[in-house]
């Protein structure tokens, strides 16, 4: 018997109802300092960044376009989250680095990101969340990268 009509409806109600917990509560918090879920994730990657990074490297790391991200980085400009430094070679590139105000929200947006992913694995357990994580690891793998490679 094919199980897909099953898995369908069953994965629709929890699309519906696990992934929208879940941005509820990981978005609580970022949106008291005017951040979107995405421009979040930006400015944490900038600030964790061993280099400077260009617009141009988080774009390809995301897999959207450079407007897509230049939208962000606005946001995080305006803000005042996120700076620009040119490259004396050339002045078109511009690396983007945190600003002290930056790094502080992204120091109180982890750590409010952290109690609520803890209390998601004390309930769960880290094996369901380790197995969790794996299935999105897989799904990006398979799915997102090769999907972005035939586009």
Same mark, same amino acid.
């Given at each position: 018997?094919?199980?897909?009509?099953?898995?369908?409806?069953?994965?629709?109600?929890?699309?519906?109802?696990?992934?929208?917990?879940?941005?509820?509560?990981?978005?609580?918090?970022?949106?008291?300092?005017?951040?979107?879920?995405?421009?979040?994730?930006?400015?944490?990657?900038?600030?964790?960044?061993?280099?400077?990074?260009?617009?141009?490297?988080?774009?390809?790391?995301?897999? &959207?376009?450079?407007? +897509?991200?230049? !939208? #962000?980085? $606005?946001? @995080? =400009?305006?803000?005042?989250?996120?700076?620009? &430094?040119?490259?004396? +070679?050339?002045? !078109? #590139?511009? $690396?983007? @680095? =945190?600003?002290?105000?930056?790094?502080?929200?992204?120091?109180?947006?982890?750590?409010?990101? #952290?109690?609520?992913?803890?209390?998601?694995?004390?309930?769960?357990?880290?094996?369901?969340?380790?197995?969790?994580?794996?299935?999105?690891?897989?799904?990006?793998?398979?799915?997102?990268?090769?999907?972005?490679?035939?586009?």
């Amino acid at each position: 018997m094919n199980d897909t009509p099953k898995m369908l409806n069953d994965f629709l109600k929890y699309y519906s109802t696990v992934l929208r917990y879940m941005d509820d509560y990981i978005s609580e918090p970022i949106s008291q300092f005017h951040l979107t879920f995405d421009a979040f994730l930006i400015m944490h990657e900038i600030g964790t960044s061993s280099k400077p990074l260009l617009l141009m490297d988080i774009a390809a790391s995301h897999h &959207v376009s450079r407007s +897509a991200i230049s !939208r #962000q980085i $606005s946001i @995080l =400009l305006k803000y005042d989250y996120v700076y620009q &430094v040119a490259n004396p +070679a050339d002045r !078109r #590139q511009k $690396s983007l @680095l =945190l600003t002290e105000k930056g790094q502080d929200i992204d120091r109180q947006l982890i750590a409010a990101i #952290q109690d609520v992913f803890d209390s998601w694995v004390n309930k769960l357990g880290s094996q369901r969340v380790e197995g969790m994580l794996d299935f999105f690891n897989d799904f990006t793998k398979q799915v997102i990268q090769v999907s972005a490679q035939n586009s």
